[in-house]
């Protein structure tokens, strides 16, 4: 293909259709960053943005290590995932946990494994006593289903312990 008509093919002619090649120009340029985008869109939701996945997976601990907790940062709403609360306490004894903050406001927990030894609900949140091991550690694990929308902040502690900060969000 020579220089000319290369130039003349992105000319606006009449004939024998009409048409206004800057404006087709700029459509062709809009829908390549349309598929850009969708493609990254695409990316992201494998990788986990918008559910289960890398950019999703949290493992938390508090700045004394006796709490942990693995969680999945993104959920949709009516989706379940799993929690994994994990302490360290004295060896073949009952420690307290607390759940506090948006977490009983955006989640509904339909299992939680094993039974704690005793629960309290109150206002601010969730005691639960569990058992622990020879070694001192405990751990509980939880399914949340995502019923609300948005940011929901939480802690878990355990007295003499430092608490852990849980953010998720749940989208629609």
């Known amino acids: 293909m020579n220089d000319e008509s290369h130039r003349t093919e992105y000319h606006s002619r009449d004939y024998p259709v009409s048409e206004d090649m800057a404006y087709q120009v700029r459509v062709w340029r809009f829908e390549r960053w349309g598929w850009y985008v969708m493609v990254l869109l695409v990316v992201l939701a494998l990788l986990g943005l918008f559910s ?5 997976s949290r493992d938390v601990h508090g700045s004394d290590g006796k709490v942990r907790v693995e969680y999945e940062m993104f959920h949709r709403h009516g989706s379940t995932n ?4 994990s302490v360290i306490g004295r060896p ?4 307290e946990l607390e759940l506090t903050g948006k977490l009983l406001e ?3 927990i339909e299992t939680l ?7 309290l609900s109150g ?22 289903r995502g019923e609300g929308l948005g940011l929901f902040r939480s802690h878990i502690a355990s007295p003499g312990a430092a608490s852990v ?5 749940i989208f629609p």
């Not at 799993?82 to 609360?85: R, Y």
């Open 113 to 119: 494994q094993p039974e704690p030894v005793r629960a």
């Open 165 to 169: 900060k849980v953010d998720q969000f």
């Open 52 to 56: 289960r996945g890398p950019l999703s």
């Open 92 to 95: 073949d004894a009952t420690v």
């Open 123 to 144: 206002e601010q949140g969730m005691k639960l006593w569990v058992q622990t091991d020879a070694q001192g550690q405990a751990s509980l694990y939880l399914t949340l």
């Open 82 to 85: 799993p929690m994994k609360v």
């Open 106 to 108: 955006g989640f509904e």
